[in-house]
């Protein structure tokens, strides 16, 4: 980020620094007295602090105001998107006990390329051969971790595979992605007003790009019933399609697709769920920050069909971690599992994929 946003620099003076650095990916405002950083993937206690607790809370209350939103004891979270792109989350007393709690997920303007990510040692060769072939030959893909694990970066960095001849529809509850395919049609979730009204979520939004001829669909993250209208929408051609889920494995990803589309609050017997989730999506790309800042492509993992009614996956490579050094940062390597079911559509497509 080349400058902090000019009101979010006035309303909170005493992290300006922390906005500017570049470094900086994250700040966390833990009430007036203490404030973390995450700085090139680690947590840092730091020694900024604002004035009082009644300064903070009107710092957050202005930042809401700026945006649109209203911050007060009648609403007293906040989750929105900044001009530049950051995110902030917000929430005051009596919900937080500490006092003001505020998070700001800085955005970055320079994108996540696949290079990068093999500079970084983030993932392989081998894993980006095996990227290109599901992106290529139009397989369901969900990018699955935990919070702050890279999921965005990784979907977005997945996305540069994508053909500028396709009709990408993207839908974000806030606006993260950045595609750089010529044809991109971005939809944005909104949240109901003071009143409960006019809310719009990802469900209505999924249901509206059907109906808008995609070719693909990426949806930046899967958290509640939409899942159903998005396994439905898998499973009647909409291939090739990509989204990020929370979750501690890639089989743990195919549960928590499973508990989401529950959420949807329509009754659906869980054999028919299952097969739903194990026919519509493809592959789980699994991303994961270790005990050194790091974050990696831990596994690409290919969905297999049920068996006896249980979700099954195979690991098509996985990362090994082999020591972690006196100055704690950690060292392994990639290493391939099993081949994948789609050679023999690879060979057709001409899609080259690591020698197993």
């Known amino acids: 980020m080349e400058q902090a946003n000019s009101f979010l620099v006035l309303f909170l003076a005493p992290v300006k620094e922390f906005l500017e650095d570049d470094d900086v990916s994250e700040i966390l405002i833990n009430g007036p ?17 604002f004035a009082s607790e009644p300064a903070l809370k009107a710092a957050a209350s202005n930042i809401a105001k700026s945006v649109g939103r209203i911050l007060n004891d009648d609403n007293p979270r906040l989750d929105a998107r900044l001009p530049d792109g950051s995110r902030v989350h917000a929430v005051i007393p009596p ?11 800085k955005f970055k303007k320079d994108t996540l390329s ?18 290109k072939a599901l992106v290529g030959l139009h397989k369901n893909v969900i990018v699955s971790g935990g919070t702050s694990s890279g999921k965005t970066s990784v979907l977005n960095a997945l996305s540069s595979f994508i053909g500028n001849d396709e009709r990408v529809l993207v839908i974000e509850d806030a606006s993260e992605l950045q595609l750089q395919q010529e044809h991109i049609v971005c939809f944005e979730t909104r949240k109901a007003d003071k009143n409960g009204n006019g809310e719009v979520s990802i469900r209505d939004l999924i249901v509206s790009s059907l109906r808008l001829r995609p070719d693909r669909l ?8 939409e899942a159903l209208d998005l396994l439905q929408a ?4 909409h291939a090739g399609s990509m989204s990020t889920i929370h979750a501690n494995t890639p089989l743990d990803c195919l549960f928590r697709m499973e508990t989401c589309a529950l959420l949807s609050g329509i009754e659906i ?6 097969a739903q989730v194990a026919s519509a999506i493809d592959a789980v790309v699994h991303t994961a920050r270790l005990s050194d800042g790091s974050r990696k492509v831990i596994a690409i993992s290919e969905v297999l069909p049920l068996k006896n009614g249980e979700y099954q996956t195979q690991d098509l490579i996985a990362w090994k971690t082999n020591r972690i050094t006196p100055e704690g940062k950690v060292e392994g390597e990639f290493v391939l599992k099993n081949r994948p079911t789609f050679v023999e559509q690879a060979a057709i497509a ?7």
Request: proline fraction near 3%; include cysteine.
């Open 218 to 225: 990426v949806i930046g993250e899967i958290r509640g019933g």
């Open 114 to 131: 696949i290079e990068k990510m093999l500079s970084f040692g983030s993932l392989s060769d081998d894993a980006v051969l095996l990227i």
């Open 234 to 237: 898998l499973n009647t051609g």
């Open 95 to 105: 919900l937080s006990r500490c006092g003001t709690v505020i998070a700001i997920r």
């Open 269 to 274: 017997p869980l054999t028919a769920l299952r």
């Open 350 to 356: 001409q899609l080259q994929l690591p020698q197993y």
């Open 33 to 49: 007295n203490q404030i973390y950083i995450e700085k090139r993937g680690k947590l840092q206690k730091t020694n900024a602090a």
